[in-house]
């Protein structure tokens, strides 16, 4: 029961992580129809970030995790300004390359102007440390993780619900172009969605430093993929279907991490990726995307 706790409690810990970074795509996706594969770099923004300011000997916790967070939000208003709103009304196929044109130039300037290598930072090691519940070793860096998730989307619903600017982004991912004619500007709306997206991808930053203790130029990748299956799985352009993929893969993960054999270890992902893959098949357009009649094919 004891172990059962432990995993369910990592489940939860991974889900959220993934439903913070799929929420922060599915965001734009829905306002803008753009899959920015360059969400993941803003993790690695905030990770340098913390050393720069580390390095400054500004080794507050707070002051290093502001500043993280600040800078994703900063460093993905600025991509939009400057890479994504030149190519907001191409082909959508125009807005993927331009994203992953974008990945590949950041992850390049941190190779050249800072390190191959990963750099350690120490600083976030206070938010993991053991709980020792009746029996049950638990890591705080689990709890925070999860409750702050919480905390997040609830006030992200909040602001979507309850401000004006958040009305206007519900009302533009329905029709972006009558939003437009009710004099809303356009440009405000996404602004503001690529800031919500770079706080999400901020918050999510802040717990995988902690957890890894380093950071490197391509350590968005991997988390901004699985991110993006989240959003396939849930439904893409649904915000309850970010957060429901991004809690589905993690316990998926954690599942096969307890299942397989020690032996089968190395093919977790694909074990889960498998598993992904079969739901696909069950809804092709994700858990919370209506059905819709295609008819047959000829």
């Excluded at 905390?151 to 533009?172: E, H, P, Q």
């Excluded at 396939?232 to 970010?242: D, I, Q, T």
């Excluded at 096969?256 to 098949?281: C, R």
């Amino acid at each position: 029961m004891d172990y059962v706790i432990q995993q369910s409690l990592n489940a939860l810990s991974f889900g959220a992580e993934y439903a913070l970074l799929a929420l922060g795509l599915a965001i734009v996706f829905s306002i803008m129809g753009l899959v920015n594969f360059a969400h993941g770099d803003m993790i690695a923004v905030g990770g340098y970030t913390m050393v720069a300011f580390v390095a400054m000997t500004l080794g507050n916790p707070l002051i290093v995790i502001f500043a993280a967070v600040l800078m994703a939000v900063l460093a993905s208003v600025t991509l939009e300004r400057v890479a994504f709103r030149p190519v907001r009304y191409a082909d959508p196929t125009t807005g993927l390359l331009t994203a992953f044109g974008v990945s590949m130039v950041i992850q390049n300037l941190f190779l050249l102007f800072v390190s191959p290598r990963p750099i350690a930072v120490t600083t976030l090691y206070f938010l993991d440390w053991p709980i020792d519940l009746g029996g049950i070793s638990i890591s705080s860096l689990q709890i925070f993780e999860t409750m702050t998730t919480v905390i997040a989307i609830t006030l992200l619903v909040l602001f979507l619900k309850r401000s004006t600017l958040g009305l206007a982004m519900r009302a533009a991912s329905v029709d972006f172009e009558m939003v437009r004619l009710m004099g809303i500007k356009a440009n405000r709306v996404v602004a503001m969605a690529f800031a919500v997206s770079g706080l999400l991808a901020g918050i999510a930053c802040v717990f995988i430093m902690a957890r890894r203790g380093s950071v490197d130029p391509t350590m968005g990748f991997n988390p901004v993929l699985k991110a993006f299956v989240a959003c396939v799985v849930g439904g893409f352009g649904s915000l309850p279907g970010a957060v429901l993929g991004g809690f589905l893969l993690g316990a998926v993960e954690v599942g096969m991490l307890v299942i397989l054999p020690q032996s089968y270890g190395g093919m977790k992902d694909a074990f889960v990726f498998g598993i992904i893959a079969l739901i696909l098949v069950w809804r092709p357009d994700g858990i919370l995307t209506p059905p819709a009649e295609k008819g047959d094919k000829i």
